[in-house]
């Protein structure tokens, strides 16, 4: 399926009428927006718009609804599964430019954004009021993008995934139709959850236009931590026992000696190379110390050494940044080479036999791919650093991929704990979900009869 | 909209077949079946069934369908909005007999239960692990009655409502099919939210046969305390001011003076009949103390007076209780009166001025009807105590209510915290969410085309 030349032709028209010339067919613009930042190849839209409102979206969305036209929102671009491209053409809907932050209420720690609005952005924005919003997927992502994606990230174990933290969203439905859901309330007990429904929908149920998000007072006391350890099983038991005690870490992350060698060649740093896990805590001085003393007891037991501090700000950002560099850095191990990330998710318990043999499976096929991961959320992910031009390793990634997806299925986990399934993953979903995946093309089906919102992501 | 006589006497005797004497047309079950603890009218099911299994539910599922016969899923009967009289008739599929706890993994924060499992049956089994499971909407509910109407209750605050603490489900959809959502990681990007879909749909869109369900650690101190104000803007006050510091106060509990004499009367309790705040801290001794010292120095200043302790177990036991039992007292004050129980949830800004006008409204309008309220959430309630024989009570009362929700609607709340929708607020989904209420329909049309589950619930 794809949209005649002819409708497109008249479709451009008819957008330029209100957009003027943020309507655009040009070919590297169209190449821009039909791929992210993961393996997956290009697949240009024919058009792409820079809507600046709600009214604008829906006019839009109206006219490709109209012309049965293909429809793919796009933040920033920075989705690793495939999520905007344009796999069967039609017009990617830029959001970048609605950027607006529109209201913040710190009295009840919560702010009104435009989907475009960056998540560095709403913290430069937030900082003279004491509060920030946590949610922190690594990538200076849009919190369109975010939300639709059902994002997450290192700060995730203690204050959740958008899911918990996205109390309303304005939407434009795939007839043009703008639907306002959730509230300002902390809970309410009034219908179905649409927010929930949106929230990870990945653009194939409605475009994003408004989004209310949950903040939170700066902690008054933070502190980072760098703690090396002789094994990954240390590691991994040392993240699962301060879990299992309850202790509220702001952050706790995986970097295995794969990964640490290549920030430490990136960013300069002079950590051992070995498994090592980066941590943050957040609380009152008397709370972060008490966190500090339990976590620091822990890894002592489990072939841990001492803790490295980074209390001062900019010591915790340049930490934070090196691990957030981390991609970056595996792939400068290999000049010219590509880089696959994926990700999964599985309950704690089993979180360091699924290391451990993924791990082994990796070293098994000959491949480089550093793991990092949320441990704490019992979610790991691999970076393969491939040679794009060579197919066998493309092709043992993928089988790599497999297996480690069916481990973590086979462990009761899930195949992607926060990339999304985008096209990249769609092959999984029914092994995971089952009979539930048709309850998933019911709902796509009553709400986007046409199959025009992102169509080709999530569902099969 | 009723089944014929000879639909129902056929499917009886369909339903004999597999679940023998599990099956009941008596007029005292079934008229026990179609009421909650509401004053909206008995509304009994021709058949109430009493299945074991998700295959009988499953079974009788479809045996519906096929007849066209409603189904109303049943757990407790303790809900407040009519949500389990069958408006239509039909079969009721009583779940109480389904109360086994399947599996808890201590390690992984965990348990699976069916959904006949009370909260206290839950909480008594897990007591040796050292976990517990938080939501306590007050009534010893089901956990399936729970989840289908999305119930938070005191402890919300802290550890959310059932929207933030059901992993996954089975469920049981209107043709028979069985549908998992959800799964064991804590966080997953795979697909659209199905749980949080049928967290709160109130058996209106398939029947919840098994629940997982997160857990937590019983905190290390654990403390309760009460304290008494002189205004009820004080009381107030000082609550918005303990959520604005981030002060994670596990409970933080407000009754009004009308409730204070209530309680004192019917538990033998000698609180000053003032608005008073119920409070308990949960953390590490040195956490807890800190939060005290917090939120202590706050009602000091917001005409608070001492703090009185429950740190015994069976002291707070007795504490909660009381407050409980609010309901039970507040009908005691009036011999032969009807409860009439509704809430309201607001953004806590906006709490103190909710409240107060609601306070007045109800002195003007001369009747009987206490406060309290989760007010770490922004939730209140009222319950109206009224003579069931006087109709020009009963309007009074429903005047009241109508501006209630209109006040907390202008004030970007809910018309609902917890209670739900049923079909006593079904007048003001479409207040709240306008044409989010025609998704909200579409999705209830695709999940069930015949609308057969529970009809005549949260869609008008």
């Not at 070919?27 to 992210?36: I, L, M, T, W």
């Not at 300002?184 to 929230?199: E, I, M, N, P, Q």
């Not at 092709?395 to 985008?422: K, Q, W, Y």
Request: glycine share 12%; aromatic share 6%; hydrophobic share 40%.
């Amino acid at each position: 399926m794809s949209v005649p030349a002819e409708a497109i032709a008249t479709l451009v028209d008819e957008l330029r009428e209100f957009l003027g010339d943020r309507v655009s067919t040009a070919a590297a613009v169209c190449e821009q927006h039909g791929r992210d930042e993961s393996y997956h190849e290009t697949a240009p839209p024919d058009i792409v718009v820079f809507p600046e409102s709600t009214e604008e979206v829906a006019q839009v969305v109206s006219l490709c609804a109209r012309h049965r036209c293909p429809m793919i929102p796009f933040g920033t671009g920075t989705s690793l599964e495939g999520h905007v491209q344009a796999l069967h053409g039609g017009v990617s809907i830029d959001v970048s430019g609605m950027n607006e932050i529109l209201e913040v209420n710190a009295e009840d720690l919560d702010c009104r954004i435009q989907p475009g609005v960056r998540r560095k952005q709403l913290n430069e924005h937030l900082r003279d009021t004491g509060l920030f919003f946590p949610i922190d997927p690594g990538a200076d992502a849009s919190l369109g993008g975010m939300t639709a994606t059902r994002a997450s990230g290192t700060n995730a174990v203690r204050y959740g995934t958008m899911r918990e933290n996205v109390l309303g969203l304005t939407v434009v439905m795939a007839d043009g139709r703008v639907v306002r859901t959730g509230g300002r309330a902390r809970k309410s007990a009034a219908g179905y959850d649409l927010t929930r429904l949106f929230v990870g929908s990945e653009g194939t149920l409605g475009v994003i236009t408004e989004i209310r998000l949950r903040l939170y007072g700066i902690p008054e006391a933070m502190s980072a931590a760098v703690c090396s350890f002789d094994t990954l099983a240390g590691a991994v038991d040392t993240v699962i026992q301060t879990i299992q005690c309850g202790v509220p870490v702001a952050r706790i992350e995986l970097l295995d000696e794969v990964q640490m060698d290549a920030i430490n060649r990136y960013s300069g740093l002079g950590y051992p190379a070995t498994p090592t896990l980066f941590f943050e805590f957040h609380g009152s001085e008397q709370g972060v110390h008490e966190q500090v003393e339990t976590v620091g007891a822990l890894a002592a037991e489990n072939t841990g050494g001492e803790f490295r501090w980074a209390t001062r700000p900019e010591e915790r950002s340049r930490l934070w940044q090196a691990r957030h560099d981390a991609y970056y850095a595996a792939l400068a191990l290999r000049p010219g080479a590509q880089g696959w990330a994926t990700d999964v998710c599985v309950p704690i318990s089993n979180l360091a036999e699924c290391i451990l043999e993924t791990r082994a499976d990796i070293d098994a096929s000959g491949l480089l791919a550093p793991i990092v991961g949320h441990v704490g959320d019992g979610n790991f992910h691999l970076a393969f650093i491939l040679d794009p031009d060579d197919a066998g390793e493309l092709a043992r990634a993928e089988a790599v991929n497999e297996r480690m997806v069916a481990r973590a299925l086979d462990m009761g986990g899930t195949c992607t704990g926060e990339h999304g399934i985008g096209y990249g993953k769609i092959g999984f979903l029914n092994r995971e979900h089952g009979e539930g995946v048709s309850v998933m093309r019911s709902i796509k089906r009553a709400l986007d009869p046409g199959n025009l919102m992102n169509p080709g992501k999530i569902l099969p």
